[in-house]
């Protein structure tokens, strides 16, 4: 019986709800639906307070309520999870109220939720740009805030994101070695852009030792006249890479490509 009663009274409570916001739907009172769309976004009816902000927030341009509006209805499609039409929102509020008193938090909102939304690495990656883009912006504007170490962090990992996709296309080209042409330069040249873009990557040890087996395979696989000059180049690659991570896991592998290297010059 008790199961029952909480249901019908839920159920009460569910039409109700609805014929109220069917009601602010129809009204002509702004005031009324800015109210009824502040209740919705405080009880996390976030689809019902965007949809209401939306049909009012021009109507309010001008007004003391025009801010408030504007960031609300951000706030509602970030609270929705949907980041993208959040971030549009949030872009509008600082671009026309960059001093405003919401002006912090929907910068960091429109930057974080392009970081939440961001794809995986095999996809297209724009939204991982955008979220850079605005995350470092909010960073630049309001250096003191006390969401900067969340913004760096996220950037850290959308940067990763995008060195882990060149690193996954300098493997492909590695992998692909003198197939129609050669490779291997294009692993090496992938790779170190990466490095130079992203300097502090997590995925710089792996780069710079897919530099270094490149550089060697590129050698080994040499018609003769180019051998010894490819060879010097992998010493050179070689002494960077233990330099920048001398107990790498990597580091036997590394040895026995610098012996290698190292007697064809010598032992000539």
Not at 44 to 70: C, H, M, P, W
Not at 180 to 198: D, H, L, R
Not at 223 to 242: A, G, L, N
């Amino acid at each position: 019986m008790k199961k029952k009663l909480l249901l019908v009274i839920g159920t009460t409570l569910m039409l109700s709800s609805c014929g109220e916001y069917n009601k602010v739907l129809k009204s002509n009172d702004y005031n009324y639906k800015y109210e009824y769309a502040k209740k919705a976004f405080e009880e996390k009816r976030y689809t019902q307070a965007y949809t209401i902000l939306e049909n009012i927030v021009t109507v309010f341009k001008g007004t003391d309520k025009a801010e408030e509006s504007l960031y609300l209805l951000g706030l509602s499609y970030y609270e929705n999870k949907d980041y993208l039409n959040s971030g549009s929102y949030f872009k509008n509020y600082y671009q026309h109220y960059p001093r405003g008193q919401y002006a912090e938090l929907a910068r960091f909102y429109s930057g974080y939720g392009y970081y939440l939304d961001s794809p995986d690495s095999q996809l297209d990656q724009t939204e991982t740009v955008k979220g850079i883009e605005e995350l470092q912006a909010f960073i630049d504007f309001f250096p003191k805030s006390d969401k900067v170490s969340i913004a760096q962090n996220a950037i850290f990992e959308l940067q990763d994101k995008l060195v882990f996709k060149e690193l996954e296309n300098a493997q492909l080209y590695y992998n692909l070695g003198n197939y129609m042409g050669n490779n291997y330069e294009s692993a090496v040249i992938t790779a170190k852009n990466a490095i130079k873009e992203y300097p502090y990557s997590k995925y710089k040890e792996q780069l710079e030792m897919l530099v270094l087996k490149a550089r060697y395979r590129e050698a080994i696989e040499s018609v003769e006249e180019k051998k010894e000059e490819r060879m010097r180049t992998v010493i050179d690659e070689y002494y960077s890479f233990i330099n920048d991570f001398p107990d790498s896991k990597d580091r036997k592998e590394a040895d026995n490509i610098f012996k290698v290297a190292n007697k064809f010059i010598n032992g000539k």
